[in-house]
């Protein structure tokens, strides 16, 4: 099998050839050193910037029945997938 050895060398040393070197020195970004220029360069702020859409406070009953309706959903889906793979497999008839 020479010719299988070949092309394996050959393959492998096409991606050894292809492999990126990275430098020395670590990259280092930091928001810190730029978080003043970016204050800066933000518009200024307008009525867009006051609205309450997502913001508290919450309504309490709303945020309730939200979460047991997701809660429902979720285990529902669940439990509806579970009951159809055993009829579906005979387990349940």
């Not at 730029?34 to 997502?54: I, S, Y």
Request: charged fraction near 20%.
């Amino acid at each position: 099998t020479p010719l299988a050895a070949r092309s394996t060398l050959l393959r492998s040393a096409g991606t050894q050839a292809a492999r990126r070197q990275l430098s020395t020195a670590p990259k280092m970004h930091k928001s810190a050193d730029k978080w003043a220029g970016f204050l800066k360069e933000r518009p200024p702020k307008d009525h867009l910037d006051e609205h309450t859409v997502f913001h508290p406070p919450y309504n309490g009953v709303a945020v309730g029945i939200g979460i047991f309706t997701g809660w429902c959903i979720g285990y529902g889906a669940m439990g509806y997938g579970m009951a159809h793979q055993q009829y579906k497999q005979g387990f349940w008839k």
